[in-house]
């Protein structure tokens, strides 16, 4: 019997020690905290936006908490491997896009915290400016990966996935991932250091250094695979 209570004793201090210690953490790395788009970039940011994939009304939330403009689609069959779920057209963030991009909820917040935390800040801190426009290559296609005849259905053809080519800066100058990526100067520091980021917000990121196939643009989306390339 003494054990046993022994045993609970420990295990109670234990928790309570454990609980102290994740309560400190700042709210972008503990993962019982409300996501809000000021908060940095940090460890639980991937995990909050995951779980926004089964809470559709904690995303749509998070968009109006953000300002963000966005119109919501209707979902798609679900018995189809293509179409929309839980998904908006982005109408406005903090920076404007090539394309019209309709993307799931999820998605799109993502999308919104790394261009707050890591796209704004990191622009500023190496060009002394933020880009004017984001090059994109699009959202929703349906299609299975690589453009094959047959095999697993991209994110793309749910939404749950965004390719980014580049950034327009208001002199007419882009920084693009196929020119800029690997040329040792700034330009590819910043591209680097925009992709590091995204692997904290996005489940998954494929760029330059995954294949070739992503040679000339980050694709971004929120299958929870972990690579981040
Ligand atoms: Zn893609």
Redesign the pocket.
């Known amino acids: 019997m003494k054990k046993w209570i022994s045993l609970f004793v420990w295990c109670a201090v234990s928790a309570s020690v454990i609980w102290l210690v994740v309560d400190r953490l700042p709210p972008q790395h503990n993962p019982f905290t409300h996501i809000a788009i000021d908060h940095p970039i940090g460890f639980a940011t991937g995990s909050k936006l995951a779980r926004m994939s089964t809470d559709r009304q904690q995303c749509i939330d998070f968009l109006d908490e953000s300002d963000i403009e966005y119109t919501r689609l209707d979902d798609g069959d679900p018995e189809e491997a293509c179409g929309f779920r839980n998904a908006v057209t982005l109408d406005q963030s903090d920076f404007p896009y090539s394309a019209t991009l309709s993307m799931s909820c999820p998605l799109t917040s993502g999308l919104a915290i790394w261009e707050r935390q890591s796209l704004g800040p990191i622009a500023e801190e190496f060009f002394g400016e933020v880009p004017v426009e984001i090059r994109t290559?699009g959202?929703y296609?349906c299609r299975r990966i690589y453009g094959r005849q047959t095999g697993r259905y991209?994110?793309?053809a749910t939404g749950n996935?965004?390719?980014i080519e580049g950034f327009l800066f208001a002199d007419g100058r882009t920084i693009t991932l196929l020119e800029h990526w690997d040329n040792g100067e700034e330009e590819g520091e910043f591209l680097q250091a925009l992709r590091n980021d995204a692997c904290q917000v996005f489940g998954t990121v494929?760029g330059p250094e995954y294949n070739d196939a992503?040679a000339n643009?980050?694709?971004?989306?929120m299958s929870q695979t972990g690579i981040c390339s």
């Open positions: 290559f959202s296609s991209s994110e793309h996935a965004v390719d494929l992503h643009h980050f694709h971004f989306d």
